[in-house]
Structure formats: C-alpha cells, structure tokens
C-alpha cells in the first residue's frame, strides 16, 4: 500500500515534470521562431536600407552634379539683376514698344496718302471728260457732271484731312522712337538702337515715296484745273461772240 502510495506520487511528480518541459519546450520553440522571424524580417530592412541610402548617395550626387553645371548661370542671373542691367532691359522694351508705334502709324498715314492719290486723279479723270465734252454737253447734262465733280472735291478734302491726321500722329512715332533709340544706345542695348535707326530709314523711305505720288498727283490736278480755266474763258468768249454777232445780225434787218 505504501509502495503504491510512493508510485503515485512519483507519477504525479512526473506528470509535473513533463508538463513543465513541454512547456519549457514550446516556449523555445516560440523564441526559436520569433528569433528566425525577427532575422528574416531584419533582412530585406537591412537591404531596403542600404538600397534607400545608395538612392539617397545618387540623389545628392545628381544634386550635387546638376547644381555645380547650373551654378554659374544661375550666379549670373542674379549678377545681372543690377541696376545697369535693368535700365537696359527697360530701355530695350522702351524701343520695341516705340517700333510697334511707329509701324502702325506708317502703315496709316501711308495708305491715307495712297487713297487720297486715287481721289486726286478720280477728280483728274472727271474735270479732263468734262472739259472734253464742254461743247456737247446741254444744260442738264452739265449740271449733273458738276454734281458729281463737287461731291468728288469733297472727298478729296476729307482724304486730306484724314492724312494730315495721321501724319501727326506718324510725326510723334518718329520723334518717340528717335528718343528710344538714342536711350537704347546710351544704356548699352546697342542692338535694339540700331533696330530702332533701321526702322525709321524704313519707315520714312516708304512715306516718301507714297508722298511723290501724291505730289504728282497735286501737280496734275492743278494742271487740269488750269486747262479747265482757260478752257471755261474761250467757251465763254465764243458763247459772247456768237451772241453779238446773232444781235448784229438782227440790227442789219
């Protein structure tokens, strides 16, 4: 009995035992996994470390090699922000605003000059048939023929007064654009006051040129209204003698 007493207790201390090992077991095969899982995920950080720090290597030495290309330039650019440079710039924008002017104010006042040409030899063409067919024209015939001469005088005038209009405004282009020029050149923008020089030579040549034509056409006209003159006088001079004769000729009767 007492054996039996001394067995059981010792299979009860065994049970013990064993169940203390088993757990003793599993608790290192827990660190054992947990050692390997803290390993194996310790790796590919490692790895993703030195990856982000050769990234972070490339970065800086792209960094580093784009800043020292671009360096220079960009010292430059702050360089020039002085107060010489900006003139200049200033100057130069003060030119090409004063171009723009001026070519529109010459493509203005040249083709006012060019329609008051036209209207100038339109009354030309008008006063030559009209002195033409002086003698066959009647009364009513005549009368609408100067109808038609007055209105064209008419618009002969308002395409005069319409270049003198902008031949003033032509004139202040070319002063303005004289003055940017000389400031360009004064301020070192060499390039933009020869820009500015060539286009007024361009701009004058042209308004010259429209400007003879005009000229000639004054010219004519003055011509014709002279012929128209001395023609108006002999008719009138014919018209008296008929007259006296057709009297004279009553008197003898």
Avoid at 40 to 50: A, C, E
Avoid at 74 to 83: A, D, G, I, K, R
Avoid at 206 to 221: G, H
Wanted: glycine share 2%; net charge negative.
């Amino acid at each position: 009995m007492l054996c039996l007493c001394y067995w059981g207790t010792d299979f009860l201390l065994l049970r013990t035992n064993m169940a203390a090992l088993r757990r003793s077991i599993a608790c290192l095969n827990f660190f054992r996994s947990t050692a390997a899982s803290v390993l194996n995920s310790r790796k590919p950080l490692r790895h993703r470390i030195v990856r982000l720090r050769d990234v972070t290597r490339t970065s800086l030495v792209s960094l580093s090699v784009g800043s020292g290309l671009s360096a220079v330039p960009f010292m430059q650019q702050v360089e020039n922000l002085s107060h010489e440079s900006l003139i200049r710039s200033a100057s130069s924008m003060v030119t090409d605003s004063a171009n723009t002017y001026l070519s529109q104010t010459t493509q203005a006042l040249v083709d006012s000059i060019t329609q008051y040409s036209k209207a100038l030899h339109t009354l030309i063409s008008l006063q030559r048939r009209y002195l033409a067919s002086l003698e066959k024209l009647s009364t009513a015939e005549e009368d609408a023929i100067w109808q038609v001469i007055i209105a064209q005088r008419v618009e002969v005038g308002d395409r005069l007064d319409e270049c003198n209009r902008f031949e003033s405004n032509w004139i202040n282009a070319v002063n303005l654009c004289e003055m940017a020029a000389e400031a360009a050149y004064n301020t070192g923008a060499e390039h933009a006051s020869v820009t500015a020089k060539t286009n007024l030579q361009v701009a004058k040549v042209q308004v010259e040129e429209v400007r003879q034509i005009s000229v000639d056409a004054e010219r004519k006209l003055t011509e014709t209204q002279a012929e128209e003159i001395q023609r108006m006088a002999e008719y009138a001079f014919l018209e008296s003698g008929s007259d006296d004769v057709h009297e004279a000729y009553h008197r003898e009767d």
